[in-house]
């Protein structure tokens, strides 16, 4: 038996809907729902009362939900005690990032941090996105750093955990300039000759944000699919060896933006194929009787006290 399936379980009793749950617990219906059933196999007994909507538990399920709370509560206490025996880690600030922000956003905001905060132990845990909300919801990290846009919410309970904005980032197409200093593939491409297009594999998180744009836009767009990659890092160098055009981050192109080895894709009169989206901070609320690392809450406190003051609401 996983503990997760307790959580599972908690979740499931308190929204009474499969489906809610299991965006909550950022797993697909089918998966979330074999997750119940095998906690039903590990119980022997049925735990929730499939004739009826919405979604009720049996008797025996009540009695594992009150179970469930003590146990879970039980085991967050132990991990906040076995946490506070390691005094040596005390001062490390463990963050889950996305891979893209991991090289683009985090080594210059670690500086400002510096410079402004002052002296900051961290441990950087790169994954995509999908790993690293979960390994904020598994309790693995102190903070989570991720990009947000209204389009691609992040499903997180706002009554277990809190956020703050940090700024936000602008995401554009870019390409290789030709010797002349001007765009080798310029949008918006025609049917007859699709320009060349470095996309995100699918899923990934920025794709979903660049099939945004490219819905969006007032002008037809006109790409031939050459390559992808699920990291921004991987589509800029490709884009620089001028194997076409990238959708990137600004952070992951400044540098060369002013060096000249990368130049926008588009006319000045195409605006609309930029799009911003929010840098935010998230953690889980400290419970009352947690104790929580003094440098994770010291940073938290001057985050919410520095916030941007561009933060959208959501």
């Keep these: 038996m996983e503990t997760k399936w307790l959580e599972d379980f908690v979740s499931l009793a308190e929204t009474r809907s499969f489906s809610r749950s299991a965006q909550l617990r950022h797993v697909t219906q089918p998966a979330f729902s074999r997750r119940i059933q095998a906690l039903e196999a590990w119980a022997g007994t049925d735990l929730v009362d499939r004739s009826s909507y919405p979604t009720r538990l049996t008797a025996a399920g009540e009695t594992l939900y009150d179970q469930s709370l003590e146990m879970l509560r039980a085991l967050q206490s132990t991990r906040a005690m076995l946490r506070g025996h390691t005094s040596a880690g005390q001062d490390v600030i463990e963050f889950a990032v996305p891979h893209t922000l991991a090289f683009t956003f985090f080594p210059a905001w670690m500086s400002e941090l510096r410079d402004n905060f002052g002296p900051i132990k961290s441990r950087l845990i790169a994954q995509n996105v999908h790993d690293a909300v979960m390994r904020l919801a598994e309790g693995n990290c102190d903070l989570l750093i991720a990009y947000h846009h209204p389009s691609q919410p992040f499903q997180l ?21 030709d010797t002349d200093g001007k765009p080798l593939f310029t949008l918006p491409g025609s049917a007859a000759r699709p320009l060349p297009y470095l996309g995100y594999a699918p899923g990934a998180y920025l794709g979903m944000v660049v099939d945004l744009i490219l819905k969006e836009s007032k002008t037809a767009i006109h790409l031939d699919r050459v390559y992808e990659t699920d990291m921004s890092e991987g589509l800029k160098a490709m884009a620089m060896e001028g194997h076409g055009i990238a959708f990137l981050p600004f952070s992951a192109v400044k540098n060369e933006l002013r060096t000249k080895r990368l130049v926008p894709a588009t006319p000045p ?19 009352s009787n947690e104790v929580t690392k003094g440098a994770a809450q010291a940073l ?15």
């Excluded at 940090?166 to 290789?176: D, F, H, S, W």
């Excluded at 605006?271 to 400290?286: G, N, S, V």
């Excluded at 938290?300 to 959501?314: E, G, H, I, R, T």
């Design 157 to 177: 309970d706002a009554e277990r955990y809190e956020m703050v904005s940090l700024g936000q980032e602008v995401i554009a197409p870019y390409v290789k300039p």
């Design 269 to 287: 009169e195409m605006k609309d194929l930029t799009l911003a989206m929010d840098l935010r901070a998230y953690r889980e609320k400290p419970a």
């Design 300 to 314: 938290w406190a001057y985050l919410v006290q520095n916030k941007s003051p561009d933060a959208k609401k959501s």
